[in-house]
């Protein structure tokens, strides 16, 4: 246990993060012409409804960001699409990543800590349904990961490698959730476990990543009562505690309600006042 997590242990409160789910809120992921994810071949079948336009949080980042500082958080979770900065193998979107950076510098001007999230519960179709199972995927995910961190680090306050590693297994190859749609496949679920530490601790090592990573974490929803979060931010022996979420988003990712809804073409916060009190 490094010094910092002991002195979260004895001192410290989490710091408070609201997490933005890309894929669910951005809009243009798996549409015609847009970057293709691994949801796409499912969503072309007709099995679920993609996300389509979202909530155009491409463009509408910083009307929403500028809600933020009001709900009391210390900063934001933000998923940095891999889809969308490789939308081809190899191939970079240099305007993906100048439009992330715009994105996180104007939270980074609200006072806002921002931690990136590299790889979320989605990732561009070109590494495959069964991406965890491939040898291949890994030096791609590394590559990933010291482009962003090379490109942003200068402005993120914090990076998280994986947002939920557990679940890529336990959804994937367990419970049919989601890609690759496998049930109770235990030997692959093993090995793809072993594939997603392998690229974490080959980044934790890593000289241009490893600096930023956020060292422990946890995730609560909004379905806990406020005095549940409270405690759980009293409690909590972790570094950042992130609620999720800011907004509900749309399509197979799409989380439970958000504390900022869009009426009437405006954005406005839509939460409990003992949700905000806790949350201030």
Request: with cysteine.
């Amino acid at each position: 246990m490094t010094s910092r997590a002991k002195l979260a242990l004895v001192s410290e409160r989490p710091r408070l993060f609201v997490t933005i789910e890309g894929y669910a809120v951005e809009g243009g992921l798996d549409i015609a012409g847009g970057p293709a994810t691994c949801y796409s071949p499912t969503i072309a079948l007709g099995r679920h409804a993609g996300p389509g336009d979202a909530d155009d949080l491409w463009h509408e980042y910083e009307r929403v960001l500028a809600l933020v500082p009001e709900l009391g958080f210390d900063g934001v979770r933000l998923t940095l699409e891999w889809a969308r900065i490789e939308p081809r193998p190899g191939e970079v979107d240099e305007s993906a990543l100048v439009r992330y950076r715009e994105v996180v510098v104007f939270a980074r001007s609200l006072g806002l800590g921002v931690t990136s999230v590299l790889v979320d519960a989605v990732w561009p179709s070109w590494a495959g349904q069964e991406a965890w199972l491939l040898p291949w995927v890994i030096p791609c995910v590394i590559a990933h990961a010291q482009r962003v961190v090379s490109y942003l680090g200068d402005v993120l306050s914090g990076v998280l490698i994986f947002s939920q590693p557990r679940e890529l297994v336990t959804n994937g190859f367990l419970g049919a959730g989601a890609p690759p749609w496998r049930r109770s496949a235990l030997s692959s679920a093993g090995f793809a476990h072993a594939q997603i530490a392998a690229i974490t601790a080959a980044l934790r090592a890593d000289e241009t990543v490893s600096p930023l990573l956020v060292n422990s974490s946890a995730v609560a929803t909004l379905d806990l009562s406020p005095s549940d979060l409270a405690r759980a931010r009293e409690t909590l022996a972790v570094d950042e505690l992130y609620v999720r979420s800011l907004l509900r988003g749309s399509g197979p990712t799409a989380v439970g309600p958000g504390l900022i809804v869009r009426h009437a073409g405006e954005w406005r916060v839509h939460a409990p006042e003992e949700l905000l009190e806790v949350l201030r």
